[in-house]
């Protein structure tokens, strides 16, 4: 089942995907919402045509926990080593738009925006202390991000706060895919492109860490809660690790894709 959340005439629905049609739900709830409620609504015969509204973000997360340097090849054309654990970051909430969003930065504040196409894991119950063994079974379902970040503030930082969670820094979309419509979020193809043109093409099946044990490290750490965001990392092919180094600038347009998924499109504005 593919989950939208959209506009129409400004009112907010939510609804199931259907190629270009959309089923809508029958309820006054956001999808984080119905996520935390472990129920779905009923799928009503009012429907919408994609292309007469406006897609919003799926959800808005309460967390998103992020992690660096999940493929080899994506450490190693950063000269970084590869990580024996997971590298665990936030991103801000904040930082979420949708597909259509336009992602925005002060060109007195980073010159150096990047792209970073990755698989979005959907916690769908409140998980702690979880398993390796039964941490598939917290997954609501995935989506597409985009992990954008400011190279300059992340070197001259020391850590990631302001480069990744800077304001409108996470797209995410189109819909949230359910976990029982994904057979294998480990064999799932990701591509990025800017301007049309492909810079990443990576398989989630390189994933140093995999999704049962992220949730399972993470969830010693933090209670993750139903609507949470887990970023899984991005493959190789990002503007830093290029000869030379290429950055995002006013009119970059960035599109991430994933396959049985779908792909978020942002336009990108320096203020």
Not at 83 to 103: E, H, K, N, R, Y
Not at 193 to 221: C, W
Not at 241 to 264: H, N, Y
Request: glycine share 8%; net charge negative.
């Amino acid at each position: 089942m593919k989950l939208v959340s959209y506009c129409v005439e400004d009112k907010p629905y939510v609804g199931v995907l259907h190629g270009e049609m959309i089923q809508r739900l029958d309820t006054d709830l956001s999808l984080r919402d119905i996520v935390a409620s472990g129920q779905m609504p009923t799928v009503t015969d009012d429907q919408d045509q994609l292309a007469d509204v406006t897609l919003l973000p799926p959800l808005a997360p309460g967390k998103i926990l992020a992690i660096g340097r999940n493929y080899v090849e994506h450490a190693r054309e950063l000269n970084n080593d590869v990580p024996s654990q997971p590298l665990v970051f936030a991103v801000m909430p904040s930082a979420i738009i949708g597909t259509g969003d336009t992602i925005e930065w002060e060109r007195d504040l980073t010159s150096q925006v990047d792209w970073e196409g990755e698989l979005a894991v959907i916690i769908g119950k409140t998980a702690r202390r979880v398993d390796a063994a039964s941490a598939m079974d917290y997954v609501f379902g995935y989506t597409v991000a985009n992990d954008v970040s400011a190279r300059d503030l992340q070197s001259s930082d020391k850590q990631w706060v302001r480069a990744k969670g800077l304001d409108t820094f996470c797209p995410i979309g189109p819909c949230i895919v359910t976990a029982d419509d994904i057979t294998d979020p480990h064999d799932l193809t990701i591509i990025t492109a800017v301007d049309g043109i492909e810079k990443q093409h990576g398989s989630t099946a390189n994933m140093i860490f995999k999704i049962p044990f992220l949730i399972e490290y993470l969830s010693r750490a933090f209670t993750l809660e139903a609507g949470d965001i887990i970023l899984t990392g991005t493959p190789s092919g990002v503007g830093k690790g290029m000869k030379p180094p290429q950055f995002l600038t006013t009119g970059s347009v960035v599109t991430v894709e994933i396959d049985g998924i779908g792909k978020i499109i942002n336009t990108c504005q320096e203020l």
